[in-house]
């Protein structure tokens, strides 16, 4: 919201008092933040709804994993563009509009009894979800180009820890009043925070944030997105951001039947006094440590470098499917091992939206890194062919052989040939800016 000269003055006070109310940036971020914990339970709470949906409709597993794939596609790949209408009309009614889309999806699928119903569903929940994921991811990176690991961490654990508190409460619910209930109260209510963000959320303006500090080589002028589709480094992190979300969406997705087929699921795990069945256990605790590791390695990249961390994550996640692979039928070592599998992926949603802003620039932030973003959308193609080849072959070990490829590959590519072509990109706009 803007005025000119010619604003009468009575509004030109209300828009300085909303200035004023809204312009500090921890404020913004924390709004950031309470989106993405209302959004959380749409992807991360989805496994709890598999096995229902299919004791009742008997779509099969791999029918059902449809609708979440088709909610991730939605989810990523409409980004660029969600972003492009915050940037022409501003983020508030972009993301109220959201906050509808996110109650509308639950409520859609607590009624769903066909498939293209279902799908439907998801897909309406991948749009509110991609708006509210965008602008909030695009908001931390403008807002702290001092801080980008560390603010992008933040924002990103809501998504990743958001649904740690609502885990127990949603499987109870499924129990007692069925998982129809569930969607749609559930749905509701995420909805409703979903808009009262909307409200508070903006873009900074002119001064409203630091001169940047350079301690992470970046680059020293602003990419438009289609100069950033040119950038050959922008697609050596399109795959590598493809192949460590791939890992990460089939355990998300995937969890739930894992525990059943490795028949721990409903087996009590005690640890430091409390006692609950392995899968909702390492449900709730996934969520909290897929919170923690975005701010710690966004963090971290602040100050060893994005690419030394990567390397340093993408090993573990490798180094945690294996553990899961090989101990994952005791139902303590499920749930501790299942822990560090998150931490060790959902720091991706820190590290490369940081990456994306310290190449391409703080102006068009949201949009360069909503299209990075779509390759967890092209990682999520890859969910339901998951559990045909689980299905098919009886045994989960080629998708985690699968993960732990991909995983290995991408720390190689960060250390040994991302971190020498960022120094060149960087460099040379350097070069190109003096010659200026």
């Not at 809204?22 to 709470?45: D, E, H, P, S």
């Not at 915050?86 to 509308?104: N, Y």
């Not at 009894?113 to 908001?139: E, H, K, Q, R």
Request: charged share 10%; with cysteine.
């Amino acid at each position: 919201m803007q005025h000119s000269a010619a604003t009468p003055a009575g509004m030109s006070s209300v828009v300085i008092e909303e200035g004023l109310a809204f312009g500090n940036r921890w404020l913004q971020l924390i709004v950031g933040i309470i989106g993405m914990v209302a959004i959380a339970n749409l992807q991360y709470g989805w496994t709890l709804f598999v096995n229902p949906i299919d004791s009742k409709y008997h779509f099969g597993k791999a029918a059902i994993q449809v609708a979440f794939s088709l909610f991730v596609l939605a989810e990523t790949w409409l980004v660029p563009f969600e972003a492009y209408l915050v940037d022409r009309f501003g983020p508030r009614l972009i993301v109220a509009f959201g906050g509808i889309l996110v109650g509308a999806a639950w409520a859609m699928d607590s009624a769903a009894d066909t498939l293209p119903f279902l799908y439907l569903a998801g897909v309406v929940g991948g749009i509110g979800a991609g708006i509210v994921y965008g602008t909030a991811s695009g908001n931390a990176l403008k807002w702290f180009p001092d801080r980008r690991g560390l603010a992008a961490g933040l924002t990103a654990a809501g998504f990743g820890a958001g649904s740690a508190l609502t885990i127990i409460p949603i499987a109870n619910m499924i129990k007692s009043s069925g998982y129809e209930s569930a969607f749609l109260i559930f749905g509701i209510a995420q909805g409703v925070v979903v808009f009262i963000c909307a409200l508070c959320v903006r873009a900074p303006r002119k001064g409203e944030v630091p001169v940047v500090v350079e301690k992470t080589r970046q680059s020293t002028r602003d990419f438009s997105p289609t100069e950033t589709l040119r950038a050959p480094v922008f697609w050596l992190l399109y795959v590598m951001f493809t192949l460590v979300a791939t890992g990460g969406l089939i355990a998300t997705a995937q969890l739930g039947p894992i525990a059943k087929d490795f028949k721990v699921a409903d087996i009590p795990v005690s640890v430091l006094g409390l006692t609950l069945a392995a899968l909702p256990f390492a449900l709730s605790l996934d969520r909290i440590m897929n919170g923690i590791t975005r701010p710690f390695f966004g963090w971290v990249s602040d100050h060893i470098g994005r690419e030394n961390t990567m390397f340093i994550a993408f090993g573990l996640e490798g180094f945690a499917i294996l553990l899961l692979m090989t101990l994952g039928h005791h139902p303590l070592w499920f749930v501790l091992i299942s822990g560090l599998t998150f931490f060790a992926w959902g720091e991706i949603f820190s590290l490369f939206p940081a990456t994306s802003g310290d190449l391409f620039g703080q102006k068009f932030a949201t949009t360069n890194y909503g299209l990075l973003y779509t390759a967890k959308g092209t990682a999520s193609l890859l969910v339901p062919v998951g559990s045909l080849i689980a299905g098919s072959k009886g045994n989960w070990l080629p998708i985690f052989m699968l993960a732990m490829a991909f995983d290995w590959a991408a720390a190689l590519l960060a250390l040994f040939v991302l971190k020498p072509l960022r120094t060149k990109w960087v460099s040379s706009q350097s070069e190109i800016r003096a010659a200026v």
